[in-house]
């Protein structure tokens, strides 16, 4: 069970922001924290209890991923694992280009701007205008020189699910003869949200975050397909040199509970049929907002079933309703949504929407839901209702 601290009248629709606590894992995690409050570095009985738990906590997130346990490495959550992959490339005795595309995250877009000022050439790989960003796209992207691209799995604003795979294959055929660039994934918004094989040859490396899914924050993981790479952040060597640092036992724990309960591959694991019910939930959704005068979908050409988006997030906009507006009004009856990344919130920029091309007025009105899996049918068609209230009074 997701943890509910809300009132029985009140619908959290942010999940792409941060999951709802799985109540579960997060008790038996602390549980496991304060019978064993050892350092898992120390060599004495009590901190190799700890290391203990560390293994198999490693154990059951390589299992769920369906790979090798020496891949997975423990973060402080996404953005780091992001950031580790990105500045491991100033170890390079020469500099060189990193391809990114222009709809990701700001954990790979901020530093890959950072990674200018250090020499760095920066190509961004342009999506269309449903947020999708071809493999030929990505191939035509790439320069001799290039060191690294990053594409994310499933896009946090408007849901477009990336062809990795695609991209993968593709960077491997253009590259026949030379060496490859890493292709990084940043799949924070795709564990347990969309199948997902981390084990298709040509995925180098990948990032998770451990909040998205029901765990804690402050825990991630960054999965790397062969153990070559050396971290430009050095320390105590904790993470095979990788993430130096104390581990956080009771966020790995979380992390890997997760991971074994939501993460899932195909339609053979447990949460598949949750994820093909939230299709159903979703078209429902998206059927009574076109029903609200002014409302336009983002994309607009996003259809029912789509399988080209993930059915957890939506982005709409009504016409003459700011999207600051909305979220207060629904905030004001108990319904939690946002305008999209809580990263950039502050920022009142729409990046993302400016890259796929979305017209100047609907970049205001334009706001997410997001959902998961302890969301209700019910739930969304309240939502819904409650929107189409609101719209009719402006």
């Known amino acids: 069970m997701y943890t509910n601290h809300m009132e029985n009248n009140e619908i959290y629709c942010d999940w792409a922001a941060t999951a709802l606590f799985?109540?579960?894992?997060?008790?038996n995690a602390l549980n496991k924290?304060?019978?064993?409050?050892?350092?898992?570095?120390?060599?004495?009985?009590?901190?190799?209890?700890?290391?203990?738990?560390?293994?198999?906590?490693?154990?059951k997130a390589a299992k769920a991923f369906g790979v090798n346990e020496k891949s997975i490495f423990f973060t402080s959550g996404g953005t780091e694992s992001n950031h580790l992959v990105i500045t491991n490339l100033l170890l390079r005795p020469n500099k060189g280009s990193i391809v990114i595309s222009n709809i990701e995250h700001p954990a790979i877009r901020e530093m890959a701007e950072n990674m200018k000022k250090c020499g760095w050439k920066v190509i961004n790989c342009k999506c269309d205008s449903n947020g999708i960003v071809s493999a030929e796209s990505v191939v035509k992207s790439i320069e001799d020189d290039t060191a690294l691209v990053c594409v994310m799995a499933v896009n946090n604003e408007v849901g477009s699910i990336q062809p990795i795979y695609e991209i993968a294959d593709a960077l491997i055929e253009k590259c026949k003869g030379r060496k490859k660039p890493k292709f990084h994934v940043d799949c924070v918004q795709a564990a347990g949200k969309i199948p997902l094989d981390l084990s298709h040859k040509g995925i180098d490396s990948a990032s998770f975050s451990a909040h998205k899914i029901g765990g804690s924050r402050g825990i991630g993981i960054l999965y790397i397909a062969e153990n070559a790479q050396e971290s430009?952040?050095?320390?105590?060597?904790?993470?095979?040199?990788?993430?130096?640092?104390?581990?956080n036992l009771f966020g790995i724990v979380t992390m890997a509970e997760s991971l074994e309960k939501y993460f899932f591959k195909s339609e053979k694991d447990a949460f598949y049929q949750r994820y093909e019910q939230q299709k159903i939930y979703s078209e429902k959704f998206i059927e009574e907002l076109k029903t609200i005068p002014g409302f336009s979908l983002i994309p607009e050409s996003r259809q029912n079933n789509d399988e080209r988006f993930s059915p957890w997030v939506i982005q709409g906009a009504i016409d003459k309703i700011p999207g600051e507006v909305m979220v207060r009004a629904l905030s004001e009856k108990g319904i939690y949504i946002s305008t999209g990344?809580?990263?950039?919130?502050r920022k009142m920029k729409r990046p993302i929407?400016?890259?796929?091309?979305?017209?100047?007025?609907?970049?205001?009105?334009?706001?997410?839901?997001?959902?998961?899996?302890?969301?209700?049918?019910?739930?969304?068609?309240?939502?819904?209702?409650?929107?189409?209230?609101?719209?009719?009074?402006?």
Do not use: W, Y
């Not at 924290?33 to 906590?57: D, T, Y």
């Not at 706001?367 to 068609?381: I, P």
């Not at 309240?382 to 929107?387: D, G, H, I, L, S």
């Open 232 to 247: 430009f952040l050095k320390g105590g060597g904790q993470e095979g040199g990788i993430r130096s640092g104390t581990e």
């Open 33 to 59: 924290q304060l019978e064993c409050n050892g350092n898992p570095s120390s060599v004495h009985a009590f901190g190799q209890k700890a290391k203990k738990i560390l293994e198999e906590s490693r154990k």
């Open 353 to 394: 929407l400016q890259a796929m091309g979305v017209k100047a007025d609907l970049l205001e009105e334009g706001v997410r839901f997001s959902f998961g899996f302890a969301t209700t049918e019910s739930q969304m068609q309240t939502v819904a209702k409650t929107v189409k209230e609101i719209a009719s009074r402006f």
């Open 22 to 27: 799985d109540k579960e894992i997060m008790e």
């Open 341 to 345: 990344s809580a990263c950039s919130s």
